[in-house]
């Protein structure tokens, strides 16, 4: 049909464009009054008539660019609140994980009765586990050696009061002395008297007559060995 419009894109490719099987327009193209423009159109060539919607290039940047806008401050606010949601799953882990340090280091110092008690079914929660049954384990073993000791320091001390023997023992680096009750007996020290700590207080209590000899033997002991 010969109708009289201006021959934008959209007019101009519906109906003086017969090679084109696609007579729609989309893009940016000038409108009848040479402004650049992004356009769409449908064109219906039977009726003679030509859909065109428009948008002026400054207005459509513009929705662009606020579009872009919107969008990196909604991803600036996601990624905010990911890494918030990051520092508080690493802290509540950070904590419970101390717990078994802190735990650990109060059992190096002794104690055996510490019990992590921690929630969830993760691998924390079975490393608290583990933890807890190691502590029981050592506490067990420590109680049941505790009893070895003092049943096989019962049985020496029997054993020396029968024979009239007794037994001492002597840190030479820290000059720290230790005698068996017995001890004490065989020298006829009177009870209340406080520990001989060094071997000078043993070696007071030896009879004057003997004293040299004792502590030449002493010496020769400590230098060459003998006895």
């Not at 420590?142 to 029997?158: A, G, P």
Request: aromatic fraction near 8%; charged fraction near 20%.
């Amino acid at each position: 049909p010969n109708v009289n419009l201006p021959l934008t894109a959209p007019v101009e490719k519906c109906f003086n464009n017969k090679q084109v099987s696609d007579k729609n327009v989309l893009g940016m193209y000038p409108n009848y009054r040479g402004t650049q423009v992004l356009g769409a159109s449908m064109c219906i060539e039977s009726d003679g008539v030509v859909l065109i919607e428009e948008m002026g290039q400054t207005e459509a940047f513009s929705l662009f660019n606020s579009l872009v806008q919107k969008t990196f401050i909604a991803s600036l606010i996601l990624f905010a609140g990911l890494l918030v949601i990051i520092f508080l799953v690493s802290q509540h882990l950070y904590n419970r994980f101390n717990k078994i340090v802190s735990a650990a280091r109060r059992m190096s110092r002794g104690d055996l009765d510490i019990k992590i008690i921690t929630e969830g079914n993760d691998e924390i929660h079975d490393l608290a586990e583990t933890f807890n049954k190691l502590a029981t384990a050592i506490k067990e073993s420590q109680t049941i050696l505790e009893n070895k000791v003092r049943e096989r320091t019962s049985e020496l001390e029997t054993a020396q009061k029968i024979s009239r023997t007794g037994s001492w023992v002597l840190d030479m680096e820290v000059n720290s002395l230790v005698l068996s009750n017995e001890m004490f007996e065989i020298f006829d020290i009177p009870d209340g008297t406080p520990p001989l700590y060094s071997y000078e207080n043993f070696l007071s209590i030896i009879h004057p007559d003997d004293k040299e000899y004792a502590n030449n033997q002493w010496t020769n002991a400590m230098q060459n060995g003998g006895s």
